[in-house]
């Protein structure tokens, strides 16, 4: 994956197959501790601990169409080869988190990328599941919480054309706050 | 700033809209294959470019692009379905971000399906 929001958004499908009515993906990235930390955590359906040990296997999945599952292995090296630590922890019945640590400055330090575009295509392609998404950096904090806007939208569905532009922009501006453009 | 008095708004307009939208009998739909083998071959760039050139022609109601899994093809991705109500599902293979604006506009404006894009086209 040339960008770890790619490896989020793949990951962050396992909980849309474990039927989770809520998601959450949090990026919290220092300069000043060269760290960055990526959790996803669900409450679908979660996995036994025997699933548990074989998910970072390529060669187990839960799917029929194909026999390989690359999504979380591909995670966890992006995290490894930077020096940084991978982990899964899950119960039957009350979900999943992983969690990815990386060490920022190291030479095989994949790019963040375009978290935002990650969490807008989420919403977009899953309106009926909560998200709750925060990034944090060393000059504040974004959170996005889709049971906020549920609030305000009432009956109307997050993925309306204009409700998707304007968490496109609520993203954007809010970025460059935390990123010091603003 | 993005405001909330601003998604207010929104939420007055679209339930203004909703009955419309429900009722419209030939919305389409675009799915993009957007499991670990798509979304490595870049599947986001192209789901992207369907969302920018459907609401650049003002078409954002009556199509709606969404994500699907692997459908047992990774050799051909970027894969995108697409379905008009009517008309047979046509699967569409390795398509790039700049192959969007011709399979909407012949597709699912016109009708017309991009054939050289598809999938019995690349395979023979």
Not at chain 1, 74 to 83: I, P, V
Not at chain 1, 87 to 102: K, L
Not at chain 2, 54 to 67: F, M, N, P, W, Y
Request: glycine share 6%; hydrophobic share 40%; charged share 25%.
């Amino acid at each position: 994956m040339r960008e770890l929001s790619l490896n989020v958004m793949d990951v962050a499908q396992n909980s849309v197959r474990a039927k989770a009515s809520l998601v959450e993906i949090s990026v919290e990235e220092s300069d000043r501790d060269d760290s960055m930390v990526i959790t996803i955590s669900d409450n679908g359906c979660g996995m036994t601990e025997e699933q548990v040990q074989q998910v970072t296997d390529p060669f187990f999945t839960t799917r029929t169409t194909r026999k390989v599952g690359l999504g979380v292995p591909l995670f966890k090296l992006s995290a490894e080869q930077t020096g940084g630590s991978f982990d899964i922890r899950s119960r039957i019945g009350e979900g999943t988190t992983t969690t990815a640590r990386y060490v920022k400055s190291h030479v095989d330090m994949t790019p963040l990328g375009d978290i935002n575009s990650t969490v807008e295509i989420f919403i977009r392609c899953n309106p009926d599941i909560d998200l709750v998404f925060t990034h944090r950096t060393d000059l504040g904090e974004l959170r996005l919480d889709t049971r906020e806007l549920r609030e305000v939208l009432g009956d109307v569905s997050l993925d309306t054309p204009d409700v998707l532009e304007w968490i496109r922009q609520y993203l954007e501006e809010q970025s460059q706050i935390i990123y010091g453009g603003a | 700033m993005k405001s909330l008095a601003e998604l207010q708004a929104i939420r007055d307009r679209a339930r203004a809209n909703v009955t419309l939208r429900k009722e419209n009998p030939n919305a389409a739909r675009v799915l993009v294959g957007m499991a670990t083998c798509g979304i490595a071959a870049g599947a986001r760039p192209v789901l992207n470019a369907f969302v920018e050139e459907i609401a650049k022609r003002g078409l954002s109601e009556d199509i709606t692009v969404t994500q699907t899994g692997c459908i047992g093809i990774c050799q051909f991705e970027p894969v995108v379905e697409v379905e008009i109500p009517g008309q047979d599902k046509v699967t569409y293979v390795k398509v790039a971000p700049e192959m969007v604006p011709k399979i909407v506009n012949d597709h699912l404006v016109n009708r017309n399906v991009v054939t050289e894009y598809t999938i019995g086209a690349m395979t023979k």
